[in-house]
């Protein structure tokens, strides 16, 4: 049993910023590739940014340059800087990880249940 929690989420102007967090816990061994997506009202859901645990990240057209994915493996969480937002960054964002799990060795991909971010003109 693996969970992921976000936070960070909330209401800004165009041109600032938000720090999101998302924090597993559980039956954790090992995580390998850790993600932020993002669903904005009437849209597909989209990958924005992934992360490995060795530190190789890649991101989305739309967010190069103003985002930044990192993680800190001592504390299994995963972390998007949003900087310079935009209106059309609007969304619910969501975590996502492949989890090694503890004994059986498996792997999950879990999801967290998304936090808002609202971007006003």
């Known amino acids: 049993q693996v969970q992921l929690v976000e936070s960070g989420g909330g209401l800004v102007q165009a041109g600032g910023s938000l720090r999101l967090s998302c924090a597993a816990s559980g039956d954790i061994f090992s995580i390998t590739t850790m993600r932020w997506y993002r669903q904005a009202p009437g849209k597909q859901r989209e990958l924005v940014a992934s992360?490995?645990?060795?530190?190789?990240?890649n991101y989305a057209d739309s967010v190069e340059g103003r985002f930044t994915i990192s993680r800190d493996n001592t504390k299994n969480t995963v972390y998007l800087q949003m900087n310079s937002l935009k209106p059309e960054d609007t969304a619910v964002y969501y975590c996502?990880?492949?989890?090694?799990?503890?004994?059986?060795?498996?792997?999950?991909?879990?999801w967290g249940q998304g936090t808002l971010t609202t971007v006003s003109s």
């Open positions: 992360i490995t645990r060795g530190g190789s990240t």
């Open positions: 996502n990880a492949d989890v090694i799990v503890k004994r059986t060795y498996g792997v999950l991909t879990v």
